[in-house]
């Protein structure tokens, strides 16, 4: 069963640093794009990226390029979001997600593994 | 302001037939696939739709989705008040070399 699992609930001041995780079990992690993906509060769906884990080739949504950086330990197999200096506007839920395949067709921007989610809060 | 327009909200009773537009332009609906997820509020999303109108096992035929030109629509048959929940329409668009997300719709089941 292809589980994507997060880190947990984090709560953070404007200008702190942050890495958190998303772990995969149930497949080849290496093989197949993971995606974040941020919802702000009462908010849409907001693609941020993705990431390769076999070779950890890397594509960033215009809106978020220079804002985060995306990256992967195949060995662990875990991808992480990561911003430098932390903005109250960073406060939103966070999700990875992988595309969802059948057979050997993956279809770009049809997620269908979810991880649970984690919940960034930056305040003062 | 979301690249593919969705309206903010819609509605149907039990048993009603409802359907979802999702507008976009010839870079991404145009020339790749939509999908659809359905977030019911305080959980992950779900995948409902894939490659413009094919089902995940599990989902149930009462959804089903299609294509047009540079618009695609979400439908759902014979309501239940389990359908109530935010969908999203998403696709690659090769301009920005980016998946987007349309701005959601709420559904709610009266």
């Known amino acids: 069963e292809v589980q994507l699992v997060q880190s947990g609930v984090e709560v953070k001041k404007p200008g702190e640093s942050l890495k958190i995780s998303c772990k995969g079990s149930?497949?080849?992690?290496?093989?197949?794009?993971i995606a974040w993906v941020r919802q702000k509060p009462g908010k849409g769906l907001e693609w941020m990226g993705i990431i390769f884990p076999r070779d950890s080739d890397t594509k960033y949504s215009p809106s978020f390029e220079g804002q985060v950086t995306i990256s992967a330990d195949k060995s662990m197999s875990t991808a992480f979001l990561q911003w430098s200096s932390l903005k109250a506007s960073d406060t939103a839920m966070y999700y990875c997600?992988?595309?969802?395949?059948?057979?050997?067709?993956?279809?770009?921007?049809?997620?269908?593994?979810w991880g649970q989610g984690t919940l960034v809060t930056v305040s003062s | 302001q979301s690249v593919l327009t969705q309206p903010p909200s819609a509605s149907g009773t039990p048993g009603q037939r409802v359907t979802i537009s999702c507008s976009g332009s010839?870079?991404?609906?145009?020339?790749?696939?939509v999908n659809w997820h359905q977030q019911v509020p305080g959980t992950a999303p779900k995948l409902l739709i894939y490659?413009?109108?094919q089902r995940p096992s599990g989902v149930p035929d009462r959804f089903s989705g299609s294509k047009s030109v540079t618009s695609a629509s979400l439908a759902i048959s014979g309501l239940q008040s389990e359908d109530e929940a935010d969908y999203y329409c998403?696709?690659?668009?090769?301009?920005?070399?980016?998946?987007?997300f349309g701005g959601g719709t709420r559904l709610t089941v009266l």
């Open positions: 998403a696709a690659w668009d090769d301009s920005l070399n980016a998946v987007v």
């Open positions: 490659g413009n109108n």
């Open positions: 149930g497949y080849t992690f290496s093989n197949y794009w």
């Open positions: 010839s870079s991404n609906i145009g020339t790749n696939v």
């Open positions: 997600a992988r595309r969802y395949c059948n057979g050997s067709s993956c279809y770009v921007g049809g997620y269908g593994y």
